[in-house]
């Protein structure tokens, strides 16, 4: 059996999981599931998404405005 688990979000991974998963051992038995016998590949590039999202925050600032935030 094949799994695929991809990590999109900017946090670097598994360094930055404990903000989101806060029980530490939680966390570390999260990431242990997810590398054991894994392959881990980081391509060493910036985010697409994260490009276009600050290029859209910089937009307003540039042109005097504010930038508005979903909640």
Same mark, same amino acid.
């Not at 999109?8 to 598994?14: F, H, I, L, R, S």
């Given at each position: 059996?094949?799994?695929?688990?991809?990590?999109?979000e900017q946090v670097p991974?598994?360094?930055?999981?404990?903000? =989101?998963? =806060?029980d530490p051992r939680l966390c570390?038995?999260?990431?242990?599931?997810? =590398?054991?016998?894994?392959?881990?590949?980081? =391509?060493?590039?910036?985010?697409?998404?994260?490009?276009?999202?600050?290029?859209?925050?910089?937009?307003?600032?540039?042109?005097?405005?504010?930038?508005?935030?979903?909640?």
């Amino acid at each position: 059996m094949a799994a695929a688990i991809l990590e999109k979000e900017q946090v670097p991974a598994p360094d930055g999981w404990t903000k =989101t998963f =806060t029980d530490p051992r939680l966390c570390a038995a999260i990431v242990d599931r997810l =590398t054991f016998n894994g392959t881990i590949i980081e =391509t060493g590039t910036d985010s697409y998404r994260l490009a276009s999202t600050r290029a859209r925050a910089e937009e307003p600032a540039k042109a005097g405005g504010s930038v508005k935030r979903a909640v």
